[in-house]
Structure formats: C-alpha cells, structure tokens
C-alpha cells in the first residue's frame, strides 16, 4: 500500500468524495510519519485488486454500478463488489456515484456487505494488487494460479503465442491467445519478469497455463522479482552432497571446481536456458559426456513441466578434432541463432568435453563472443588458460592443479554428472574405468576404479572391450549423436542388458578385425630409425600404406602402431603416422612438448602454416601440403633433442 497524507472531507450525491489526483504517492518513510496521523484511512483498491486485498471494518473509495429498491451496488475495484443495503444508505444515489463505504462483511457464500460512511477529515491510502504467486512445479489441471517469474521462451505458433515462465521451482508452458497466428502481449519479450493468471489445463500429457493475464512488471518491482528470483535459483543450484566415487587426494581440488561447473549447469537450467554439448569423438569423450547428458537431460525434466524439455533444451554432438573448428562453431552458432528466431529460445551454454583447453579453440570461442553465448570446458588436453580462460565461464583441468592427462575427462564428468543428478551413481561405477582404459591412463586411482568397475560386474576385458565398442561407434557416426547406440555400448541409460552384451561384442570384434587388418597393411612400410637419445622414431606415410576413409582412422592407426613397436623393443618409442598435409605424433618414455613444437615451427617455417596440439607426448598437426618434408624433417630434429624420461607414456589415443 502507498498512501495519500492530504486529508479531504466528503459531501454525498455527484460530488461525493475522490482521491485526489495532486496528492503525492506515499513512500515507505511515510508510512512511518503516519503512524502518528490520527485521521481515518480511506483505502483507493486498484483495478486488478481482489477480496484478498481487503480487510472488514476499514473505510474505501468505492462507485455506484447499479441502484435497486433494497439499495446499491458498489465496486471497488474490478473483482470486488457488493452492496449497500438500503437500511445503510445516508443519501441518494446514481450510477456512476462515488462514496466512501465500510466493509461490514464477507459471506459464506462470497456476497460482500457494506455500510454507506461519511468521515469528516480522513486520507487516502492506495493499494496494489499482491496476487498470492503460485510455484510452477506441483500445478495440477484445473488450478487457477498467478506466476511470477522470468520469460525464458516466447514462440508464435500457427495459433496461441507460447510464453515459457521460470519461477524458482520450475518452468511452465503459458498459452496466450490472440487471433490464430498474431502475437499476444506483443511488449513482452524474453527476459522479462512478468504476473501471469491463468487456469492450469492438460495438453499432450504436459501442463499448460492457458492465459487469463499476462502482465511485464514496472520496473521497480521487477528489480525485487528478479532479486528474488535470483536467490531462490542460487538456492535450488547448489549442487548435490556427494563424495568421489574414489578416494584420490589429488582429485580434491578437481572435485571442488567440478561442484563449482554443477552449479552453473544446474543454474543453466533452471534459468530455462538450452545446453549444447561438444565432445571429443572418443572413448573418453564419450565416457565424458553420456553420463552428464543424461544428469541435465533428468534435471530438465525435473524442472520443466513439458516432458518434451529436454528434447528440446538439450543437444550433444562429437568433435572429431581434440579442440573446437571453426566448421563446429559455425554450425552450433547457426542452430542456436536458428532456435532463437523460431522457437523463441535463449541463446545456449556451451559446454565443452575431452577438448576446449589449448589456444586452438580461442578463435571459435570469439567467435559465439559476438553474442555473449556462455561457455564451460572440461578437458584434460594441456591447457593455454592465458588464452582460453578469459573467454570461459568455467574452466575444469588436471593441469591447472599439478595434475597431468592421466585424470581424464570421463573421470571428472562421472563426478560432474553425480553432482547434477546423485541418482545416475549406481549407474555410472563402471565409466571411470572404461574412460581410464580407453585413454590408457596410468594414473594412481585407474586400480580403484576397476575394482569398483568389478564390484558393478564389470572384469577388465569387459572394460576394453566396451572401450573398443565406443571407438569403433564414434567412428562410424561421425558427425552424428548416436544417442541410443552409444548408450547402449557403454550400457549407461541401457534398458536392455542382453543387447549391450550382444552389441559390445559385435563392435569390439568388428574393431579388432580392422586394426589387425590396417597393421598388416602398413607394417611393411614402416621407416625406422635410431635417435642419438637411444629412443627409437617409426615413420609411416598413411596417405600411400594405409585403408583410408575407414577404421581405424589415421590416429587410431597411429597409436595401435605405436603401442605395438613399444611392446616389440620395450624401449622409449616415438612414432610419425602422416599425410598430404598432416602428421599424428605418439611418444613413450621421451620428454616432448607438442604444442611448444608447434609455436617453435609457426616461427621457423611460417609458410607452412602449422597448427594443431594437442597433449605433451600427443598430439597432431596440420600443416600446408606443399611443405610437408620441411615439417615432417624440422619435427624429427626437435625430437631427436628431446630427453628420455621413461615415467612418460602417449596414453592419450587420438581419432583424427
């Protein structure tokens, strides 16, 4: 309530008592000062007021809307009326009257009494309507609710205009009609903090508010909403209380900044804002990213009243390169401007997997900075946070806590995944493990892992061979989500245990037929020779000695070389699989730098145009065809220079 402090005296009949239009507004100070104002408060209800904003026995500015033999009927505001029964009536009046009246009494049955009242000197008070704000999670068909909360989607549609409201609780689906295919409310936008009333209905087996009213709240009461708003989603953020599903001291510190990334996400989707996913197109990767689909995909529906959410709230895609191209940027920027303009969609959170760390990914990042679009990454590649970390909203790496790539991504999003959704724990025990077996891992904790992995029903050659099931599946899908497939090889949201058997078997088979196969085709082909270090460097040229544009692909075929010559000697081994104009770079037990190699090449041979990364042991690099020898000659002679540390292993298996 805002009050009048000027006192005004009434007369009755056509000049009976208004506000007065030049009283100024109360604020909350005067309410103070009129404590002391012992002169009677006539209460001016606003339009939109209800019963609920009056109270019996105080005074109110009220207009005469109909005169009957046994008195008059009076409005005070748009819902709330009544009458003056004659036996209470001072004088006489007209429609269109103005008088003060006491409210006398509320019935049972909803009739509303009041006296005629005639106060010598008094001040008037106005009131603002205070819906009582219904949370949108728990509607049922039939409720008649008012919503407070943000516009997170507007979409027109061939008939209804369809609003999306968050509240703290959850989001619902608000249908606004106007003529079939014109937008309602037209002034409000996405972002905005709005009242909806409505009647809550059932459509398509989802909750519906059908809109009565759908107000943009003024300024100032918005600021308070959104305050509100703002704490309550902070609240409900906080991520879930659970403890690694291994005890690992190094991984404390990771732990902490993946509580940190859970919140944002969970945050992410409350705020009704779509998730994309990118996702290095490995085992790891995948190990990454099946389980934190599947926590937001729950949390959406969790959230949202349209069991359709997360289809639409929710998209993963592979990256066959270790960082993000811009050929991927460029499509993910085009869908979500797309979903902006159809659908009515907030611009998405990016969220990167298995890649996003190094200097590679800056310029696709500066890319979705032209439209202020948040990113997160998760990656264990050798990071570049001078470069990267001013164009992220969140950053999670081993390498930023003196760890290394033997705490892969699939390790940390298992635990990014349980603090979205702890319910997804029984289910992800054995993903660790495969993530770890899959990159080759030789961290501390990869013993506990598989023996959780064990205790799931899960022996190692189980692990490998799901590993090799994943590989040989993103291989093959390219550029393609192969949600039910992939989930069922990593039998993680698998509702049929037989057929995981079933597919793991026939896929890892399959995959061990063709790296066999691609062995025996390059193994005579392969150059060798000895570095002044001791350690052996194997050649091949994969463009003339390999089955190209099938599995494995050259990186693959690189690494399965590589591992079998380090099997052979059992000495420190670096192996050169390349192309027309690319090189893939595997080491064991020699100190190398990748990417300090690239930055030195860029400055000794800038007409080839060298570029890549990837790991310190690890790594591949793109380069201008014709310079090939220059490249391929000038990366020989660095690795020749290189110290022989037998701690180090290439466990990282490259795609690409």
């Not at 506000?19 to 012992?38: H, I, M």
């Not at 009046?93 to 009739?111: F, Q």
Request: net charge negative; glycine share 8%.
């Amino acid at each position: 309530m805002s009050e009048n402090t000027a006192g005004d005296s009434g007369t009755r009949g056509d000049s009976s008592p208004e506000p007065d239009a030049d009283e100024a507004e109360g604020t909350v100070e005067g309410r103070s000062e009129s404590a002391t104002d012992d002169r009677p408060t006539v209460y001016d209800l606003a339009p939109d007021c209800t019963l609920e904003d009056a109270a019996v026995g105080d005074l109110y500015h009220a207009e005469v809307n109909g005169v009957v033999d046994y008195g008059v009927f009076v409005d005070l505001s748009d819902a709330v009326s009544g009458l003056v029964h004659e036996s209470n009536l001072d004088g006489d009046y007209a429609v269109g009257d103005r008088l003060i009246v006491r409210l006398t009494e509320v019935k049972e049955n909803g009739d509303v009494a009041f006296d005629d009242a005639d106060p010598d000197d008094y001040r008037t008070e106005t009131v603002a309507h205070e819906p009582t704000v219904s949370r949108v999670h728990g509607l049922a068909p039939g409720d008649e609710v008012t919503v407070e909360g943000e516009v997170v989607q507007a979409k027109q549609t061939g008939g209804p205009t369809i609003f999306a409201v968050a509240d703290a609780s959850g989001v619902v689906s608000c249908a606004a009609f106007e003529s079939a295919g014109v937008r309602a409310y037209p002034e409000v936008e996405v972002g905005d903090m709005v009242h909806v009333t409505g009647t809550i209905e059932s459509r398509k087996n989802a909750l519906q508010l059908e809109v009565d009213s759908l107000t943009r709240l003024p300024d100032g009461r918005a600021a308070e909403a959104r305050d509100r708003f703002e704490a309550a989603l902070d609240e409900r953020a906080e991520p879930a209380d659970v403890d690694p599903l291994v005890e690992w001291e190094a991984f404390e510190p990771i732990h902490e900044d993946l509580r940190d990334l859970a919140r944002l996400i969970r945050r992410t989707v409350l705020a009704g804002r779509p998730i994309r996913v990118r996702h290095h197109a490995d085992g790891d990767g995948m190990c990454a990213a099946i389980p934190v689909q599947l926590a937001v995909e729950n949390f959406v529906e969790a959230v949202h009243e349209d069991p359709d959410a997360s289809r639409h709230l929710f998209k993963r895609l592979p990256s066959k390169a270790p960082y993000y191209e811009m050929e991927d940027v460029t499509r993910d920027l085009n869908f979500a401007l797309e979903g902006r303009a159809r659908h009515g969609q907030k611009l998405p959170f990016l969220l990167m997997l298995d890649n996003g760390s190094t200097e590679e990914d800056v310029p696709a990042y500066e890319n979705l900075a032209h439209y202020d679009i948040p990113i997160a990454a998760v990656d264990h590649h050798h990071p570049d946070p001078e470069a990267v970390d001013p164009l992220l909203d969140a950053h999670v790496n081993p390498y930023l806590h003196g760890e290394d790539y033997r705490v892969t991504t699939g390790m940390m999003c298992v635990e990014l995944a349980r603090l979205v959704d702890p319910s997804l724990t029984e289910e992800l025990e054995h993903v660790p493990a495969v993530a770890g077996l899959s990159d080759r891992s030789k961290a501390e904790a990869m013993d506990d892992y598989v023996a959780l992995a064990e205790d799931a029903g899960y022996d190692e050659s189980d692990l490998l061979d799901i590993g090799e099931a994943l590989d040989y599946a993103a291989h093959w899908l390219r550029y393609s989500e192969g949600k039910t497939l992939v989930n069922d090889a990593l039998n993680v949201g698998c509702d049929d245990e037989s057929r995981h058997d079933e597919l793991v078997e026939f896929l890892s088979e399959r995959a061990e037929r063709d790296v066999e196969r691609q062995l025996d085709a390059v193994d005579d082909h392969v150059d060798h020779e000895r570095l002044a270090s001791g350690a052996h460097l194997y050649r091949i040229d994969l463009d003339e000695y390999a089955h190209r544009f099938t599995y494995p692909a050259p990186g693959k075929t690189t690494g399965e070389l590589h591992d079998a010559k380090v099997k052979e000697t059992g000495d420190p081994v670096i192996t050169i699989g390349y192309g027309p104009d690319f090189c893939v770079l595997r080491s064991d037990g020699v100190r190398l730098d990748i990417p300090n190699m690239v930055t030195e090449l860029n400055e000794e041979l800038p007409e080839a145009g060298v570029s890549g990364g990837g790991h310190l042991v690890v790594g591949s690099i793109k380069f201008v065809k014709g310079r090939r020898s220059e490249v391929i000659e000038a990366l020989v002679e660095k690795m020749a220079g290189a110290e022989i540390d037998e701690a180090l292993s290439s466990t990282i298996a490259l795609d690409d």
